[in-house]
């Protein structure tokens, strides 16, 4: 969505769903503290007003459909639309995930907040209850300084994923490659040098070649022949000289 709005940090699908309400009075906010068997969950209008104290949700499909009942029925006793009733609550753990993509899934607008800015609406920093984190929730919430956008779910979520855990596998692949030239640089110093040897580093061949019984020694001693048609094989094609560290080796 567009920003229309100089703070970046507020959610432009909360500002809108409070400008389209047109009243905040007309707007219902409904926080949830997130736990792994029941969350917790009050009702609030736009200005803050407690339309219903904290009651207990079960984390299960039963707790969902009890708790959309609720925020329906409380919608129709307020005059509240329920397009303009939206959920919210802390940074989603594994164990909520299921509850809050069904909320979503049933066309519900589900927030999330920054946990650490939410602790900072307390009324009381050192204590934690689920009263107090409720009001955290709350307040970041009816300040709009939260996360609606679709990368939290579908495929924006899978995108997300997918390249977090490539990150981690090119870190995990930079890792092994630099205990491998720590090994090759005693074996045969200078082969994983493309400038040296004419083979570019973790290719086919290159790999081919450490895979086996591999030493300078032992890459000599093969018949240069039959090594120059292993290597185009595997798509190598060289004119210049292999191996330098060990003596003059050319295709």
Same mark, same amino acid.
């Given at each position: 969505m567009k920003r229309r709005n100089i703070y970046q940090n507020r =959610?432009?699908?909360? &500002?809108?769903?409070?400008?389209? *309400?047109?009243?905040?009075? +007309?707007?219902?906010?409904?926080p949830i503290d997130f736990a792994k068997k029941d969350h917790v969950v009050m009702f609030c209008n736009g200005y803050g007003d407690i339309l219903r104290k904290p009651f207990s949700v079960k984390n299960s499909p039963e707790g969902?459909?009890?708790?959309?009942?609720?925020?329906?029925?409380?919608?129709?006793?307020?005059?509240?639309?329920?397009?303009?009733?939206?959920f919210g609550g802390e940074d989603v753990n594994a164990y909520a995930e299921n509850f809050v993509n069904?909320?979503? =899934?049933?066309?519900? &607008?589900?927030?999330?907040?920054? *946990?650490?800015?939410?602790? +900072?609406?307390?009324?009381?920093?050192?204590?934690s209850t689920d009263?107090?984190?409720?009001?955290?929730?709350a307040t970041?919430?009816?300040?709009?300084?939260?996360?609606?956008?679709?990368?939290?779910?579908?495929?924006?979520?899978?995108?997300?994923?997918?390249?977090?855990?490539?990150?981690?596998?090119?870190?995990?692949?930079?890792?092994?490659?630099?205990?491998?030239?720590?090994?090759?640089?005693?074996l045969f110093p200078g082969f994983l040098d493309e400038k040296k040897s004419g083979i570019v580093p973790f290719t086919r061949s290159s790999l081919y070649l450490m895979?086996?019984?591999?030493?300078?020694?032992?890459?000599?001693?093969?018949?240069?022949?039959?090594?120059?048609?292993?290597?185009?094989?595997f798509g190598c094609y060289l004119n210049y000289c292999l191996a330098p560290a060990v003596g003059t080796f050319i295709f």
């Open positions: =959610s432009q699908e909360l &500002l809108s769903l409070f400008e389209e *309400a047109g009243n905040s009075a +007309k707007v219902m906010c409904v969902i459909k009890y708790l959309a009942e609720q925020v329906a029925r409380s919608c129709r006793h307020r005059g509240i639309n329920p397009n303009h009733a939206f069904t909320l979503r =899934s049933k066309g519900w &607008l589900v927030a999330g907040v920054n *946990a650490h800015d939410a602790k +900072k609406q307390r009324a009381n920093l050192q204590a009263r107090l984190d409720l009001m955290g929730i970041m919430l009816l300040n709009c300084r939260a996360n609606c956008c679709p990368a939290q779910s579908g495929r924006y979520r899978n995108l997300r994923t997918l390249v977090r855990h490539r990150r981690k596998l090119v870190v995990m692949s930079t890792e092994v490659k630099n205990r491998i030239h720590g090994v090759v640089d005693r895979e086996n019984r591999f030493s300078a020694k032992q890459i000599r001693r093969r018949r240069r022949q039959k090594l120059i048609e292993i290597l185009k094989r």
